[in-house]
């Protein structure tokens, strides 16, 4: 199978995945979340004076599970469902980060 590169502005925006596009590889990266998902985390986790980096959410397994967890103690009901979405999503996966072609 040979497989071609289209450079990215000609792409619809649907072609590029909820995780993004790879171009030097040529594969999507997916990842347990989605990442808007995890920046609404980190977002609404600094609001209420707490750290988390979302891109390491998608690699870091014990990181996330930590930053879930405390996201989820916090109280805030926004938070707490946010984070009990994001870690069903993880559990669903059943992975923490892929390539896929």
């Known amino acids: 199978m040979q497989v ?5 502005h000609l ?3 649907s072609a590029h995945g909820a ?3 790879v ?4 594969l999507t990266v ?3 979340a989605a990442m808007d998902d995890l920046w609404q985390l980190e977002t609404l986790m600094t609001q209420q004076g707490m750290k988390l980096q979302a891109t390491r959410m998608v690699y870091d397994r014990s990181y996330a599970l930590d930053r879930l967890a405390c996201a989820y103690a916090r109280g ?3 938070l ?3 984070a009990q979405q994001i870690f069903d999503s993880f559990q669903r996966r059943g992975e923490w980060i892929g390539l896929s072609h």
Request: negative net charge; glycine residues 12%.
């Open 4 to 8: 071609h590169s289209v450079p990215l």
């Open 11 to 13: 792409l619809p925006e």
């Open 19 to 21: 995780y993004g596009w």
């Open 23 to 26: 171009p030097d590889l040529g």
């Open 30 to 32: 997916s990842g347990p």
């Open 76 to 78: 805030d009901e926004t």
């Open 80 to 82: 707490r469902e946010l």
